[in-house]
């Protein structure tokens, strides 16, 4: 069964870099997307971007100016970083694995599981 | 802020039936599958329905997905206490290179 778990600081100062790691087990990284994700305190999700096994990228366009994901395979591992943090960048960021299916009408559906139980990153000087 | 929009509560009591909407848009719902996902307070989300209507193992049959056009829906029948929790329906959408979007989230009740 996979389970991914994130690990980093829980508090980064206003300015500086966010970086967190998202570890895999029970499976490989290969033939997978692998998502981040965040919820701010008692607000909505919002999608951060993905990582396809052989390195592609794919961010959202609001973060994209500022957000880099990397994978690790050796270490069945995952990477955010996120640079010149607000404020506003405080959330519980979660990892999730993402699949790409296409329906018989051919659309394609992007969705994920399973997701790792989050870690909440505050961003206060 | 998300474009694709939930209302944000819906209650019922026990054993009732209960309907949460997604409304999206040509480049997203219009044109990719709509997934549904269950937060419990506290938790992270778990996938609920994906691919418009299927359910992954070990969810119940009450919980049921369509899509018609811009907009998806949920359905929850036999409405269940452990059922109270937040809701997201979530995207692919394909303006901007592409990106994902989950909805508003919608929070369910049960009375």
């Known amino acids: 069964q996979v389970q991914l778990q994130e690990s980093g600081p829980g508090l980064v100062k206003p300015s500086e870099t966010l970086s967190l790691t998202c570890t895999v087990s029970g499976d490989s990284l290969s033939l997978y997307y692998w998502g981040w994700i965040r919820q701010p305190p008692g607000k909505e999700l919002e999608w951060i971007g993905y990582i396809y096994y052989t390195g592609s990228t794919y961010y959202n366009p609001s973060l994209k100016s500022r957000v880099t994901i990397s994978v690790d395979t050796s270490k069945n591992q995952f990477s955010l970083k996120l640079i010149s943090v607000t404020a506003a960048d405080t959330a519980v960021y979660y990892c999730a694995r993402g699949k790409l299916r296409y329906t018989t009408s051919g659309s394609r559906s992007h969705y994920f599981d399973p997701w790792g139980q989050g870690t909440l990153v505050t961003v206060s000087s | 802020q998300s474009v694709l929009t939930q209302p944000p509560s819906a209650s019922g009591t026990p054993g009732q039936r209960v309907t949460i909407s997604c409304s999206g848009s040509s480049s997203n719902i219009g044109s990719s599958a709509v997934n549904w996902y269950q937060q419990f307070p506290g938790t992270a989300p778990k996938l609920l329905i994906f691919?418009?209507?299927q359910r992954p193992s070990g969810v119940p049959d009450r919980f049921s997905g369509s899509k018609s056009g811009t907009s998806a829906s949920l359905a929850i029948s036999g409405l269940q206490s452990d059922d109270e929790a937040d809701y997201y329906c979530?995207?692919?959408?394909?303006?901007?290179?592409?990106?994902?979007?989950f909805g508003t989230g919608t929070k369910v009740t049960v009375l």
């Open positions: 979530a995207s692919w959408d394909d303006s901007l290179n592409g990106f994902y979007v």
């Open positions: 691919t418009n209507d």
